[in-house]
């Protein structure tokens, strides 16, 4: 399972996991420039945490990002595990489809998008009901504002999003890499992720939150999450 | 009332008969007489009763117009009139002198094929009499004389027959030289005026009488005698003798052109379609039967009858039901109802005939400067050349209702004045939620505020601010060639940005170079312009503050994709520059390469637009760049004793004197003065001439503001915006690597 640690490859997660799929691995990626063509970078450490809550595994493989030699990064990365498929969260962009099929089938492994082609709206939809907890980290397109970083994603928050669609047409679900998320929980999460501390960056047109510091904490206790809009 | 249905029913009848119609405008200098001077017009017709025509000014029907002794809007009337036994059909125009309104004078231009060009005698030709006339040479509308107020030469300055010979000599000698000057290449010796030829009448619009050379001869009437008459007081006979109607009229039958000869050499002028097809064909020759092509010059809203389009026609009809289709808007319609304008009355008439003016209801997204055509031969029509202005919007004011929940009222009746003035710009500042309403003059935005109230009904108060002036951020030398990245990094663009040459933005003003001419077209003009092949034919878009975008992209793949996205970010860039948040103008920005994402997902126009912008800012702060202001021509009459203040005053406001010439026991004087030396301008004048002086400006050309001055400017005006101090750095905008 590729994770970057964002929304989409945690729903992708959890499907994979109701439909039975045996998941043995976290896959992450970890791009050293921050435009990589392929993987989220936001926040990527993150992942870490995010393996611990789900007691899965996690493999790490360090990326150049520089274009075609990410997905060598990345073949290299799933030919020393012994999987029979990899998970991923496409959607809509047939570009990381295409280039992470190419190398399962180099490989023979199988490519598995449960989230393919579906409706974004449901999507986001679905992550609410699902009721996974999801921040906005990283904002990368016009219409966004400095007040959109660390935002949860809420049902205000999807109708903001479709607004921006309706002016700016940007996806719905941030795939061009419009805005970024980091899940903090998710119904197959042991426990969830609790930011400690945080630091927003606003550069003109786009912006990040730095994640600083975060921890595990048990999912019923209250006491322990921090505002993180206060940060900045 | 039922006069006017009488005349429109004979007026239907006679729209056959193409060789028998006139579609003529009145246009002059402010005051110089037009709306007097139709006064006598209507009167033949029986449309008013010669005790009041001269005083009248029946066509300045609403009551601003009234009340303060101006136009300030054109007003349509058709005329008959006989002439040697046969019955002409006379669709007339009067405009409004002021250069405040000249946008209209512009519009109505298109409508018409011929123009009396009123000229006060005393004043003799001026600032104005000079724009509107070079307006219809270029419109290729053909122009008659009528020098007014002779009266006045006699009575006020008490000119001999000699001396008044001399002056109306210069007069039609200077009218000529307009000719000479602003004629195109086939007309400027075959439309030169000639009292001989019966092209210059001569009269009193007040008095009602006027005469050409072929009457006073007919008639047997010599100038002194006419003086004498004068001077006897005995003046009153003259509009018996010599009625002003028939001077006029009978110049506009045999020297004006009908719409069979005008549309020959006006539709390949204004229309730039295939002429050989059907419609080019249609229009050509006035034909009723072919398809309906039509140019909508003017658009009003009425509280009842909702938008009323008005228009020439150039081929085919309308009538009440036909399916028409607008260009422009890309809507088809169904036209509800067709009428005639008869000064302030719409009279609804079946059909209206090719080579007519015709209002039509119904059509709620029609614009000034429109293309109608039937719904049937819609598929590829080309649009008509765009209508261009003068003059630009340099003066702003902010409003506001007093009580905050009417804002919705305001702008709604913002949005009808902007519908109907297409030369009021309103706008909404983003930072301040102020609303701005900019136009030509301080006496526009007046009459648009009174407007605002009237149309609101009356009782919606509104606060003004005090006027502003407009400015441009412009270039005067090539900036860094600047690399700038989406917002999400994947994409990217090398941009450079360089100052327009004159030439190129003179032919844009000119209406020479229009994006609607399309890319081939566009790059053939500017190669004969001498840009080289590469760029001249890469043309992606031509922005309205007279900016251009080229594209110089070698094999960059997607990139057609982005197209759009990249000119929309452009245009948004040249919208709001980075020194004050005011247009940019006058920039010729390079793409000169760009690397892609290979996703369309990932090069959306949220990407594409900010990236646009960021390299466009980025390399034009990198340049030199420098604040324009607005200059006004202004031209001033005066005794000859004042000439000294004048032009002192003028010096001490910035401005420059560029020619000074004694007419008579006057002196014209002409120069250029900054728009923000101008506001009270009136009470100096005044005070320094003992109200001596007639003067007029009219907006010129835009000029680098001096360094102080510019620095000012940005410091005012960032900090009326909200903005921080300091202009942004080029580096803001520039990505490395
Ligand atoms: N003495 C004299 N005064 C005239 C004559 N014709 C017009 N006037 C006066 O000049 C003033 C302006 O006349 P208008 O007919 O309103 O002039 P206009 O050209 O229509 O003015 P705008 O439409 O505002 O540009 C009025 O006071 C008229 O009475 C004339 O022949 N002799
Ligand atoms: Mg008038």
Redesign the interface.
Known sequence: MLISGGKDSALALHHALVNGHNVKYLVSMVPQRDDSWMFHHLNIHLTDLFAESTSIPIVKQETAGVREEELLDLKTALSTLRIEGVVSGAVASTYQKHRIEKICEELGLKSITPLWNRNPLTLLKELLTLKFKAVITGVFAQGFSRSWLGREITSKVVKDLLDLKRRFQISLIGEGGEYETLVLDAPFFEKKIDIVESERFWKGEYGYLLVKKARLNEKADPSASADIHGAS | MSKLKKITSRAIKLMDVKKNIRDIGIIAHIDHGKTTMTDSLLTEAGLLSPTIAGRARVLDYLEEEQKRGITIKTANISLLHEEEGEEYLINLIDTPGHVDFTGKVTRALRAIDGAVVVVDAVEEVMVQTETVTRQALNELVKPVLFINKVDRLIKELKLNAEEIQVKLARIIRDFNNLIAVYGEEDQKEKWKVDPAEGTVAFGSALHRWGFTVDIAKKKNVKFSEIIDLYKKEQADGLVDRLPLHEAILTMVVKHLPNPLEAQRYRIPKVWKGEIDSGMGQAMLKVDPEGGTGMVITLTQMDPHAGLVATGRIFSGSVKGGDRVYLVGAKKEYRVQQVAMYMGAFRVPVEKIDAGNIAALLGLDLARAGETLVSADHKDGMVPFESITYVSEPVITIAVEPKRPKELPRLIDVMERLSIEDPNLVTSINKETGEYLLSGMGELHLEIAIKFLREYAGGNLEIITSKPLVVYRESTQSPGAVVMA??????SKFWIQVEPLDDKTIQMIEKGDLAEQMGRKRMGTALKEAGWPTKEARNIWSLEEHRNILVDMTKGVQYLREVRDMFIAGFRWACQNGPLCDEPIRGLKVKLLDASL???P???????V??AAR?GLLGSFLSSDPVILEPIYKIGVSVASQWVGEVTSLITRKRGKITASEQKGPLTSITGFLPVSESFGLSADMRSATSGHAFWQTAFDHWDKAPASVSKEVIAETRERRGMSPEIPRAS?FIDQT
Do not use: T
Request: hydrophobic share 15%.
């Open positions: 990245k989406s917002p999400n990094k994947h994402h290979e996703d997902v990932h090069r959306g126009p949220a990407q637009m900010p960021r803001k």
